[in-house]
């Protein structure tokens, strides 16, 4: 159990992925952010577990949620945290990835939490910096930390994962929130159901191990959670959908759609929506339903939860001394 604070948690001193986490790490991740969460509600909110700690954020790609929410967790635990606005640096004159990776590495940061357009940067960046490296985003491959947000979320509304029907809605193809979510939701006993149009369900969805549908309607029939994922205009080549207005039309969620899923079903988007496109107003802005402000909230507890795990396993002293 993660209780006692210094105990273990996370078997390497990175987080990736979710797909090389155990069910036990998991947990203990869930189980330590529940505490963050009441300290981010108390009116004392600062610690001293990352004292002395330097935090360096570098984001190769916009964010508002998370980067925010990591500054934030490491200032709460007491870290130095530098932001690394990658417009300014030299990155904009053709600096590598690898080579500002270094160069931050010589400044003997702790932590290093990187957000990249690539799939695999964050993995490669662990194997070249000293220090630990937690991936807030890798192209259409992981995002580990909105995963265990989600099932934070998830679990304190329903208790357990076990025999909860998920969907997961939208642009599937170039998510990398829906891969770590699969990921997670089936190691903790999820039922998953990716709902996309043909073209935007990834190449190997038949070999995710989880349901598909390319009928929204249909597809929401029993479903607990609903998962809603933005088009990523961004990662799109060429043309994916006709038009927006007849996405909406099919696979926006708006209440008639919602109406088809299990009556009490809540609504989840990782953020940022785009409103009529994917959902509706109606549905994005309703209490009763939506868990998009909760899941803001669970996202700062679970990066603070994240930052202490990790600062668990750095060497008291000496570490930098070479
Ligand atoms: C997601 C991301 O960047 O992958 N956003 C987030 O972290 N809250 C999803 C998205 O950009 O649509």
């Known amino acids: 159990m993660s209780g006692a604070a210094d105990e273990p948690i996370l078997q390497t001193g990175h987080l990736l992925g979710i ?27 600062k610690q001293n577990v990352l004292r002395g700690r330097t935090l360096i954020n570098l984001f190769f790609e916009s964010s508002t ?6 500054e934030l967790a490491g200032k709460r635990l007491g870290a130095d945290v530098l932001n690394m606005a990658v417009k300014n640096s030299s990155v904009s004159k053709g600096e590598t990835l690898i080579d500002t990776a270094t160069t931050l590495n010589a400044m003997r940061p702790d932590i290093l939490v990187v957000r990249h357009q690539d799939s695999g940067a964050a993995e490669l960046l662990s194997r070249k910096v000293d220090c630990c490296v937690v991936n807030a985003g890798d192209g259409a491959h992981e995002h580990p930390t909105q995963a265990l947000l989600d099932a934070l979320t998830i679990k304190r509304r329903r208790g357990s994962f076990e025999g909860l029907l998920v969907a997961i809605c939208g642009d599937i ?12 939701l089936s190691k903790m006993g999820a039922r998953v159901r990716l709902i996309a149009p043909r073209t935007l369900l990834p190449a190997d969805a038949d070999r995710l191990g989880v349901e598909i549908s390319t009928d929204m309607r249909k597809g929401l029939e029993g479903v607990d959670i609903v998962m809603m994922l933005r088009l990523q205009l961004e990662r799109m080549g060429g043309a994916f959908i006709p038009s927006a207005r007849e996405y909406f039309h099919f696979y926006g969620l708006d209440r008639e759609k919602l109406n088809c899923a299990k009556p009490g079903a809540l609504v989840m988007h990782p953020g940022p929506m785009n409103r009529g496109v ?7 802005d309703d209490v009763e339903v939506s868990l998009i402000r909760e899941q803001v909230e669970m996202g700062l507890a679970i990066r603070m939860a994240v930052l202490d795990a990790l600062a668990r396993g750095l060497p008291r002293e000496g570490r930098n001394a070479a």
């Open 19 to 45: 797909d090389a986490l155990s069910v036990p790490e998991i947990e203990s991740l869930l189980t330590l952010a529940e505490r963050y969460v009441a300290l981010n509600r108390a009116p004392e909110k």
């Open 65 to 70: 949620r998370t980067q925010s929410s990591f």
């Open 173 to 184: 193809a170039h998510s990398r929130v829906a891969r770590s979510n699969i990921h997670l």
């Open 278 to 284: 994917e959902i509706d107003s109606d549905i994005a």
